[in-house]
């Protein structure tokens, strides 16, 4: 039988919750875990990461089947791997014909959508209950290994550190004090107005100048950093304009993936949107204060249960909205985690 093989088509935040389920079916078959997956950053995020063996990556699951090549050539590879337990961790049902059509029957598929929800549960702990589930067909079943905490935990390699190494030595940041913050999110650049209703996670870009300021007040001799992708790179321009401050340096037109990862470990604390690099910097116990627009915090919290990371929500008109956060109170959150005592 195949070894363990995991579903998740999610976005960059939601593959670093996922870990959390991979890790454990690792730690409970003793074999590397399968992915299909989704996103040009899967590989890069996840290929490194202890516990994870062959990635396989998919850009739609919606396309017709018999008009999709991508589709069909994961079908086969499936098929050439052979059948073996499947957790699948899609809300919708689009990747389970892929399975059938690979020959993992139903009964060898723990399926997400028939896990109900426990109050207040977080995506971390929901993983780690999938992780102890058996599908119908697996016989016997291997014991569960014992309970962890329900929070992410990602390793990194020598090689992204290296990589990191040589990024900021060649920006002449080697050995600074770092805050970096994330503004933009896959929603920011899709289309070209930033304020767009679509865009649940727009924080205007002078409140992220004020907290700038104040970060740079406190932090006076720290380099500050605007992380982001290359289509982010504009955005990052108007809020450096809006802080107007010195040593604030724009890297999102140079930040792959394993610079991203090590670098989130070294910063003092990030500022950001609820994004994928808020999951990475509180899987790697750096502060972080994370706003949320529309978002369940008690779901999405970043890093899962006990990780240092200040949520913020806020409402306008009595709707859930980010743009009712105001600038003082992230100031606030982020003062209080950059001045707690990382022993407690």
Same mark, same amino acid.
């Given at each position: 039988m195949a070894r363990p093989?995991? @579903?998740?088509? !999610?976005?960059?935040?939601? @593959?670093? %919750?996922?870990?959390?389920?991979?890790?454990?079916?690792?730690?409970?078959? #003793?074999?590397?875990?399968?992915? /299909? =997956?989704?996103?040009?950053?899967?590989?890069?995020?996840? #290929? +490194?990461?202890?516990?994870?063996?062959? /990635?396989? =990556?998919?850009?739609?699951?919606? =396309?017709?089947?018999?008009?999709d090549r991508e589709q069909r050539a994961l079908v086969q590879q499936l098929r050439a791997r052979g059948p073996g337990p499947a957790w699948y961790c899609d809300g919708g049902g689009h990747g389970r014909a892929l399975l059938r059509r690979a020959g993992i029957a139903d009964a060898l598929v723990c399926d997400t959508r028939h896990l109900p929800w426990l109050?207040? $549960?977080?995506?971390?702990?929901?993983?780690?209950?999938? &992780?102890?589930?058996?599908? +119908?067909?697996?016989?016997?079943?291997?014991?569960?290994?014992p309970p962890r905490a329900a929070k992410v935990a990602l390793d990194l390699t020598a090689d992204e550190q290296h990589a990191c190494d040589a990024w900021l030595a060649r920006r002449g940041l080697a050995d600074r004090t770092l805050v970096a913050f994330q503004a933009g999110n896959k929603r920011t650049m899709r289309g070209l107005f930033r304020r767009r209703a679509s865009n649940t996670k727009y924080?205007?870009?002078?409140?992220? !100048?004020?907290? /700038?300021?104040?970060?740079?007040?406190?932090?006076?001799?720290?380099? %500050?950093?605007?992380?982001?992708v290359p &289509? $982010?790179?504009?955005?990052? &321009? *108007? /809020?450096? &304009?809006?802080? #107007?401050?010195? *040593?604030?340096?724009?890297?999102?037109d140079d930040l792959p993936i394993p610079v991203l990862l090590p670098l989130l470990g070294r910063c003092h604390s990030l500022v950001s949107v609820d994004t994928g690099p808020a999951h990475v910097a509180a899987a790697l116990d750096c502060p972080t204060? =994370?706003?949320? !627009?529309?978002?369940?915090?008690?779901?999405?919290?970043?890093?899962?249960?006990?990780?240092?990371?200040?949520?913020?929500t806020g409402e306008i008109d009595g709707a859930t909205s980010i743009l009712g956060i105001g600038a003082e109170a992230v100031l606030d959150a982020w003062l209080r985690l950059a001045q707690r005592d990382p022993n407690t």
């Open positions: 093989l995991v @579903m998740r088509c !999610g976005a960059f935040g939601d @593959m670093v %919750l996922v870990t959390a389920l991979i890790q454990q079916l690792h730690a409970r078959f #003793g074999t590397p875990v399968d992915v /299909i =997956t989704s996103g040009g950053w899967a590989r890069p995020l996840l #290929g +490194p990461r202890a516990g994870v063996g062959e /990635i396989y =990556t998919l850009t739609s699951r919606r =396309t017709p089947y018999w008009l109050p207040g $549960e977080h995506f971390v702990e929901r993983w780690l209950r999938m &992780a102890a589930l058996d599908p +119908p067909a697996l016989s016997p079943p291997p014991p569960p290994p924080w205007p870009e002078a409140r992220w !100048g004020e907290v /700038i300021r104040g970060v740079r007040a406190a932090l006076p001799d720290a380099a %500050l950093l605007l992380l982001g &289509a $982010e790179y504009a955005l990052n &321009a *108007d /809020i450096a &304009a809006a802080a #107007g401050v010195g *040593d604030l340096h724009n890297v999102a204060v =994370t706003l949320f !627009g529309v978002a369940d915090p008690q779901r999405f919290r970043p890093g899962g249960i006990g990780t240092p990371v200040a949520v913020l």
